[in-house]
């Protein structure tokens, strides 16, 4: 990994770090706990993309462009 990528990879994990101890904060739970159910969805929604076939890839773009309106 080059080090641009290391950095970027730091950031993110600082934001994702610092938003969830906000939401351990209002929902007044340890980080660790918060930290679990963060990384049981990132698996829930690898599974589920995983399991997704689409088609054709104008697929994708047609359904963000329905999004951006």
Known sequence: MM?????????????ITVELMKIAAQRNITFDEIA???????????RSVRKCKIAEPRAVHKVAAKERQ
Do not use: S, W
């Open 36 to 46: 679990q159910e963060y990384i049981g969805n990132v698996y829930c929604l690898d």
């Open 3 to 15: 080090e641009e990528e290391l950095v970027g990879v730091n950031a993110e994990l600082r934001y």
